[in-house]
């Protein structure tokens, strides 16, 4: 993942994919993060979303900060942790109430020194990758030093327990041979992609090699062989994992650009897990954002991904500048399979029937995506983030829409669009606020109803902040939201761009 840097910022990212990423939000100033689904603790199934550190059955928050101040260093990064119960993450109006928690390479036990510009938490993802039954917060840091070799990344594992995550456990991963600029960490995913252990595996990103995945075995993990692609040469930025073919093994789609159409485009790569480890199968368009779960309830996880804009005339949507969002629904073959529901995705913008507002340039609309039932109907809803819409005249603030999922799949009938100027949303709609820039649907309090979790990384002169949306049987409310920034965690909040990366 590439991101809109301060000029004070040391960094080595590829000159192409920043220009690619400037492109995707010019006048947004933020690129969504990297997105990862946890596997099923000690299961063979990719269906359970939840991200349960203490094992409690409640769904738990991590959010990574990657520009926060750790012990003076500026960007040194953290994340925070925030535990589900059954009042949810919280409900009061500026300060979350229930357990918390801040990590960062200061804490006692955590390997590695906060240095400035570590990144630490700039790509987060959960799994059981030791197969006990707790989750386990995976952070990236890809801008740490490993020596002297500068910006090669590294990866650190915080295991779960009773208790929680903590320093107790701990594991570090780098690359084999670290190399400047290789930025290991960019983005990271665990799942069950294979039956080799009973627990998740893990797969890293770099900018060099692309794809490292990893095994726990016999106390440590191990480095496994990584797939391979036969397709686009991908510069890649972006994973999520979702059983696709139901074959109870969870399938990776690797997504990001290619150097083959200028960069110009989202591509996404899909691996389809099974008894013998990941394997490629085909090349998917899209891939600003991605997501998945299953949206017409046939047990199929769906691939949810977004598009720069309409210039492929695969999308079949010519008219829709302010991005798109694609939904390849699962089947036997995996996401637009030859014996799936289709052979090629459905394609929704602005400009879709039922969807409010108007396609326009920068609105960077699927910047980031997340797939969970809303209202409790057994059918996987997905929100879409849009950093770049202009709300009124107030250039940048940012929305988010809702749109239902159904038998018939995606739906734009009651589709619904939030901002900081609807009623009951704390806060005031601004210039490059980028409301949106995250979204995450979870459901904190277990009640069969996903809440969102939606974010303004430029909010308060680049502090940030997340605002909660309970969710209800008729879906999504204003009323009875709240905000909180880094701070109310115990997090150093200043210039933190707090909710920048929110775990998927």
Known sequence: ???????ARRTTASAAATAASFLLLAGAGILAAPSAFAGVPGGTAAADRNSDFDGDGYTDVLIGVPEGTVDGKEGAGYVTVQYGAPGGIGTGSTVPR????????SSKGVPGTSEAWDDFGQAVATGDLDGDGYDDAVVGAPSEDEGSVEDAGRVTVLYGSKAGLGAERTASVTADRPAAGARFGLAVAAARFTGDTAADQLVVVDQQ???HAFT???????RVGAPHS???????AYLTTGDYDRDGYADLVVSGYSPDDDYSQGWSAYYAGGTEGLGYRRDLHGGLGTASGDIDRDGY??????????ADESTGDANAPGGLVGVYY???????????PGTSAQWWSQNS???????????????????????????????????GEDVGTVADAGAVWLLRGTANGLTGTGARSFDQNTRGIPGTAEADDGWGSQVRLADTDGDGRAELLASASGENAGDGAVWLLPASGGGLLADGSWVYGAAALGGNGHAARFGAVIDE
């Open 1 to 7: 993942m590439t991101r809109t840097i301060r000029t």
């Open 230 to 236: 036969t397709g686009h040469r991908l510069q890649p």
């Open 301 to 310: 996880d769906d691939l949810v991904v977004g598009q720069l804009s309409a």
């Open 330 to 340: 699962g089947g036997q073959d995996g996401p637009a399979g030859t014996q799936g």
């Open 353 to 387: 029937p039922g969807v409010p507002g108007t396609a326009e340039q920068g609105d960077a609309w699927g910047a980031d995506l997340s797939v969970a039932d809303v209202d409790g109907d057994g059918f996987a809803d997905v929100a879409v983030g849009a950093p």
């Open 216 to 222: 726990y075995h016999a106390g440590v993990l191990r």
């Open 98 to 105: 229930g357990r918390t928690a801040v990590i960062s390479q």
């Open 209 to 211: 090699v692309g794809l």
